[in-house]
């Protein structure tokens, strides 16, 4: 399958300061990739869906200013969380849409994002 | 809307044994029903997917899942548990397409034990 490879897999950061995440594509373009946000015990969370070229459309109640998301090229796609506060500590996950020879659609994962604001 | 209860966040089986783990879904149009796989570290692999065609669909490492409309499941299941299918496991919905919003589960930690 195809592969979606995330960095860092986890994170330490002071509050106050911003933190970026990647999520890239690494053998094929994805056009869409989606950022999910995991708190512990609970479900993943879709937060934003993230088109190459173009704003990205965030999910009600997810602040656009606070999460930065930016779709520059059709192998990346970034994650900003800007002045990052305890609250905002949680797993963060992306994943990117393939579209196969039978014209069906896959979602590939990458290995997420553990990010701890102290 | 849509949503996905999973029964159980945490599920032990024997190795050998029968493995069930419980998804129930809401949704106000025909679904799309997945399950995801996480080990750890790892991100989700996909393991099955309902797409309104046959009603039991088999996925990969010997599991298989059957959506019962009347009763709004979408059950994971597995003959025989082997110690390398310790894992979360995640159910989710889409309404839109085969890849589009995910709606998720809450997940179910299997444990394997000998």
């Known amino acids: 399958g195809a592969v979606v490879s995330q960095h860092p897999s986890w994170v330490i950061c002071k509050s106050g300061t911003s933190v970026k995440i990647e999520c890239r594509s690494l053998?094929?373009?994805?056009?869409?990739m989606f950022w999910y946000r995991q708190f512990p015990k609970q479900s993943l969370m879709l937060m934003a869906t993230s088109n190459e070229g173009s704003k990205a459309t965030y999910e009600q109640g997810v602040e656009k200013d606070k999460f930065l998301i930016n779709h520059a090229s059709l192998t990346l796609s970034t994650l900003t969380v800007t002045s990052a506060h305890p609250e905002d500590s949680s797993f963060y996950i992306c994943?990117?849409?393939?579209?196969?020879?039978?014209?069906?659609?896959?979602?590939?994962f990458g290995q997420g994002t553990r990010l701890t604001v102290v | 809307a849509q949503s996905v209860t999973q029964l159980g966040s945490h599920v032990s089986v024997s190795e050998g044994a029968l493995v069930l783990l419980r998804c129930n879904y809401s949704?106000?149009?025909?679904?799309?029903l997945f399950w995801y796989v996480q080990y750890p570290n790892q991100g989700l692999q996909l393991l099955l997917k309902y797409t309104s065609a046959a009603t039991l669909v088999k996925g990969i490492n010997g599991f298989e899942a059957e959506f019962k409309k009347s009763e709004t499941s979408f059950h994971l299941t597995k003959p025989s548990a082997h110690m390398s299918d310790a894992a979360e496991y995640f159910c989710?919905?889409?309404?839109?397409?085969?890849?589009?919003?995910?709606?998720f589960g809450t997940g179910t930690r299997l444990q394997v034990t000998l």
């Open positions: 053998d094929f373009q994805a056009t869409t």
């Open positions: 989710a919905v889409s309404h839109t397409g085969t890849a589009s919003k995910l709606t």
């Open positions: 949704s106000s149009v025909p679904p799309y």
């Open positions: 994943s990117a849409r393939v579209r196969s020879g039978t014209g069906d659609t896959e979602a590939f």
